[in-house]
């Protein structure tokens, strides 16, 4: 199990708004920066949110990050067929000796 | 243009040992944290380990802590990441990636390579 909370799966149609949500605690989201990151097919994961909102050079505005208390949340508006991907959000989590956390991961269909 | 470029991926019986490597150009390699990351071919990504960007901290997840050990040589522009007492659960891909941050010791995960494959069985 992760520690970060995502849904395994998401889906909308083209032109839509979708969002996934990642749920954790207050040893990480709650007092930690949240990044997203997009894993196309075969490849590499990509940055594709940092500290929480802010948008890489390069990546369309049609992605958005937010963070309230212990979730977060990645929305993608205008929804594109080659959006399908694997999203993966994480964080610092402070418990411990300090470590980096991923959510399981949400697979995006567009349908 | 950053490139990082994984090697020494290769398949290994269950307590035997491996040392993955990670050629960096296109940035100030000695300015930035860099990290290792696995991901079981179809499943998630797993943080593996972290080395500051002047080799004063280190930082392990507690899967491998004590088997694993990162370090980097500035002068060569390259991370390494040596793996002992192996087990069937370390049958990963390895991603090397470069922090977002100039100088600090964990900013984000930012660059990512394209990973090197460690099967072990």
């Known amino acids: 199990q992760s520690v970060l909370t995502q849904p395994p799966s998401a889906s909308g149609t083209p032109g839509q708004r979708v969002t996934i949500s990642c749920s954790g605690s207050?040893?990480?989201?709650?007092?930690?920066?949240v990044y997203w990151y997009q894993q196309l097919p075969g490849t590499a994961p990509k940055l594709l949110i940092y500290?929480?909102?802010q948008r890489p050079a390069g990546v369309p505005a049609r992605f958005s990050g937010s963070k309230s208390g212990t979730s977060a949340s990645l929305a993608i508006n205008g929804l594109r067929s080659e959006d399908e991907a694997d999203y993966y959000c994480t964080s610092w989590d402070d418990s411990l000796s300090g470590s980096w956390v991923f959510g399981g991961g949400t697979k995006l269909t567009v349908l | 243009e950053v490139q990082l470029v994984e090697s020494g991926g290769v398949g290994v019986k269950p307590g035997g040992s491996l040392r993955l490597s990670c050629a960096a150009s296109g940035f100030t390699f000695d300015d930035y944290t860099m990290y290792w990351v696995r991901q079981v071919p179809g499943k998630g990504l797993e943080w593996v380990s972290l080395v500051s960007w002047d080799a004063d901290s280190t930082y392990y997840a507690d899967s491998v802590k004590g088997r694993f050990t990162i370090s980097r040589d500035n002068s060569k522009n390259s991370l390494y990441l040596q793996m002992d007492s192996l087990r069937t659960e370390d049958t990963a891909l390895y991603y090397c990636?470069?922090?977002?941050?100039?100088?600090?010791?964990?900013?984000?995960?930012?660059?990512w390579g394209n990973g090197t494959t460690v099967t072990v069985s």
């Open positions: 207050s040893s990480n989201i709650g007092y930690n920066y």
């Open positions: 500290r929480n909102d």
């Open positions: 990636v470069k922090d977002g941050g100039r100088r600090v010791t964990a900013a984000y995960m930012d660059v």
